[in-house]
């Protein structure tokens, strides 16, 4: 009975050691991602994302694909060249992530069709990641608030400054 007893201690602990390593590869994997996103890695980021990847995001009424996405990071890094997305806090749980965090970035360049505005945004979003357990991204739901973001840009430059 004594030996069952430790029998089951070990596997619970090793069960808890795997599932604590699969966490921090879930969560280095997030990390990689948003890093190579505002370093304008965009093929990098392409290699994190399975073939039949997709993503949900406010501004798109349909799922995006793998193609269709590196085009819309490619875009908004060309339109913020010093965009950075800040990890506020994450969680791993089965084959999941959560991430809370704040995209910043000054729109210099153009950005889908639309001229610089040089005003800058930040934004608090919400992303939800599923992985494949070999280490790629299957999906991804995103989730910010759009009008506030295109009333950061759209914003006069120096709005409330009697000067202009």
Do not use: C
């Amino acid at each position: 009975m004594k030996s069952l007893f430790i029998l089951s201690a070990l596997f619970v602990a090793a069960s808890f050691s795997t599932l604590r390593a699969q966490e921090q590869d879930a969560g280095k994997i997030v990390t990689n991602y948003f890093a190579w996103i505002d370093a304008g890695k965009i093929d990098a980021v392409g290699d994190l994302l399975t073939d039949d990847f997709t993503v949900s995001a406010p501004f798109s009424p349909v799922p995006i694909d793998k193609m269709g996405w590196k085009g819309v990071g490619e875009g908004f890094k060309s339109g913020f060249s010093d965009m950075h997305h800040k990890i506020v806090d994450w969680f791993a749980a089965g084959n999941k992530v959560a991430v809370r965090g704040v995209f910043t970035g000054t729109n210099i360049g153009s950005m889908m069709g639309n001229p610089a505005t040089n005003n800058k945004a930040e934004v608090p979003l919400t992303a939800i990641f599923e992985l494949d357990g070999k280490g790629k991204i299957r999906s991804l739901d995103l989730k910010f608030d759009m009008k506030s973001f295109e009333a950061q840009l759209m914003a006069a430059s120096g709005a409330g400054n009697a000067n202009n």
